[in-house]
Nanobody
């Protein structure tokens, strides 16, 4: 059974850092593109970063470009999102998603989703 589990969320002060992990099980991560999304209270879920199946290509939303870095370790079946210089507006539930054919920052490009991890940035 294909499963994605996010971890690494928590409470951090403005300017701090967190590293989120997305651990995959039940499938070979190598063949899947991974996207990171977030959803703040009262707002729609938005794509913030994605990485191609073998990590050769990455993309970022303007809101996180230069502060967040996506990477993957296919041996460990894990994708990471390093988040630096965090701001209160980064507060949201963060989700990872996987797809074998899609790649991008749109929700409809991904078939499999994790349950999310909460990130709270205090001012």
């Amino acid at each position: 059974q294909l499963q994605l589990v996010e971890s690494g969320g928590g409470l951090v002060q403005t300017g701090g850092s967190l590293r989120l992990s997305c651990a995959a099980s039940g499938f070979a991560l190598d063949y899947y593109a991974i996207g990171w999304f977030r959803q703040a209270p009262g707002k729609e879920r938005e794509g913030i970063s994605c990485i191609s199946s073998y990590g050769g290509s990455t993309n970022y939303a303007d809101s996180v470009k230069g502060r967040f870095t996506i990477s993957r370790d296919n041996v460990k079946s894990t994708v990471y999102l390093q988040m630096n210089s965090l701001k209160p507006e980064d507060t949201a539930v963060y989700y990872c998603a996987a797809d074998r054919t899609g790649w991008g920052l749109r929700i409809d490009e991904y078939s499999y989703w994790g349950q999310g991890t909460q990130v709270t940035v205090s001012s």
